[in-house]
T-cell receptor, first 116, second 109 residues
Framework: GAVVSQHPSWVICKSGTSVKIECRSLDFQATTMFWYRQFPKQSLMLMAT?????????EQGVEKDKFLINHASLTLSTLTVTSAHPEDSSFYIC????????????FGPGTRLLVL | GQNIDQPTEMTATEGAIVQINCTYQ??????LFWYQQHAGEAPTFLSY??LDGLEEKGRFSSFLSRSKGYSYLLLKELQMKDSASYLC??????????WGAGTKLIIKP
């Protein structure tokens, strides 16, 4: 099956710093990647959708200047949490899809962010 | 608006069968997914239905009725490792996934 990796799996940082999370599709080309956030005991919340080579589409309420998304290639998307604050502490999960004709999204293992 | 409903929590006994229901109202329909999510981990893909009927995959089966906006996930021969949250998600007309809140399944010995 399709494999999606995320790095790092865990990150602890000080308030005010920036954190970059990488999402890679290892054995397929992902024309579309999705970034989700999940708080404890809650369902997934879509933050943004990114298509290779174009700007990401952010969901309502998600600050695009705070959560920078770059989908520079068909196998890599990055999410940068800028000037992180304790309320940004969450489980960030990416998923990738080969294209609109390929129905299934495959998820990365997630990145747990703790902002002190 | 778009809405996915599934029970918050269910309890079942090891070795038994459990059915997790999901009803949906979405703008367009391009398939329904079931994902399994263990605590602290990312979701893993279980099944995909786009046509009416039952799809069987080992101990897990998924059913879809598009006219009723209804799906269920059937888990047979339950094992302790099946304790997890089960997420129902519908792909809308823009191929975006609309997620249910998930059903926490507790398996008792």
């Amino acid at each position: 099956g399709a494999v999606v990796s995320q790095h790092p799996s865990w990150v602890i940082c000080k308030s005010g710093t920036s954190v970059k999370i990488e999402c890679r599709s290892l054995d397929f080309q992902a024309t579309t990647m999705f970034w989700y956030r999940q708080f404890p005991k809650q369902s997934l919340m879509l933050m943004a959708t990114s298509n290779e080579g174009s700007k990401a589409t952010y969901e309502q309420g998600v600050e695009k200047d705070k959560f920078l998304i770059n989908h520079a290639s068909l196998t890599l998307s990055t999410l940068t949490v800028t000037s992180a604050h304790p309320e940004d502490s969450s489980f960030y999960i990416c998923s990738a899809r080969a294209g609109t004709s390929e129905e299934t999204q495959y998820f990365g293992p997630g990145t747990r962010l703790l902002v002190l | 608006g778009q809405n996915i409903d599934q029970p918050t929590e269910m309890t079942a006994t090891e070795g038994a069968i459990v059915q997790i229901n999901c009803t949906y109202q979405t703008s367009g329909f391009n398939g329904l997914f079931w994902y399994q999510q263990h605590a602290g981990e990312a979701p893993t893909f279980l099944s995909y239905n786009v046509l009416d009927g039952l799809e069987e995959k080992g101990r897990f089966s998924s059913f879809l009725s598009r006219s009723k906006g209804y799906s269920y996930l059937l888990l047979k021969e339950l094992q302790m490792k099946d304790s997890a949250s089960y997420l129902c998600a519908v792909q809308d007309s823009n191929y975006q996934l609309i997620w249910g809140a998930g059903t926490k399944l507790i398996i008792k010995p």
